[in-house]
């Protein structure tokens, strides 16, 4: 069934985009009209997760006449290998590259200015009454270990561990997030080792 999918949507494509498109401008009028927004925005996260490299070119280079062709604002955060083909991608977008942040020196003591930049980071987008009180703030920060895209995805698990009756984010949401994410790196490391890695040597 997924081949037959593949298959359809590769032939149709062309209708696909024009109708998508169509659904996208609507949307925006409707966001404009009722004063909610401009326009829609598309984040496209996670591609590390898809099977291979080789997939990943796939989707993204080979792939990006057909990308081109939704009239949408659209982020992609892109694994690693294919910062490789940034001349390619510059011929369809701007190629923005966040390196980590230096939360600590060698002896492990914080560093207050790394910290503070990153609260702000934070506060810029989520209100502080939201949360359960700034040290919790601070221990995601620690966790994210300088990663601006790391430190959105925590905010995002803690936010969808909050339960249904709190009205913040608070340490149980965050340590249900922590055990998710550790959970999911897990099986990424399983994933991307194969099932030979138990045999290794190293």
């Not at 997760?49 to 080789?54: C, E, F, H, L, R």
């Not at 339960?163 to 249900?176: H, I, S």
């Amino acid at each position: 069934m997924g081949k037959y999918h593949s298959h359809f949507l590769q032939n149709r494509f062309p209708d696909f985009a024009t109708r998508f498109n169509d659904f996208i401008e609507e949307a925006n009028i409707a966001l404009r009209k009722k004063g909610i927004g401009k326009e829609v925005l598309f984040i496209v996260d996670g591609l590390e997760k898809t099977m291979t490299a080789d997939l990943r070119k796939k989707i993204i280079i080979d792939e990006s006449n057909r990308l081109r062709s939704i009239k949408a604002y659209t982020i992609f955060t892109l694994p690693i290998e294919l910062m490789r083909e940034r001349q390619h991608l510059l011929q369809f977008g701007a190629v923005e590259t966040f390196p980590f942040v230096k939360l600590s020196d060698r002896d492990g003591n914080l560093l207050e200015p790394a910290i503070e930049a990153f609260r702000n980071f934070v506060f810029q987008r989520i209100e502080r009454t939201l949360f359960e009180n700034e040290d919790l703030v601070d221990e995601i920060i620690i966790l994210s270990g300088g990663s601006p895209r790391e430190l959105l995805r925590i905010l995002q698990q803690t936010y969808f561990n909050v339960a249904p009756n709190n009205t913040q984010l608070d340490r149980v949401a965050f340590e249900k997030a922590r055990k998710r994410l550790a959970s999911q790196a897990a099986q990424y490391g399983k994933r991307r080792n194969g099932p030979s890695s138990k045999n290794s040597s190293c």
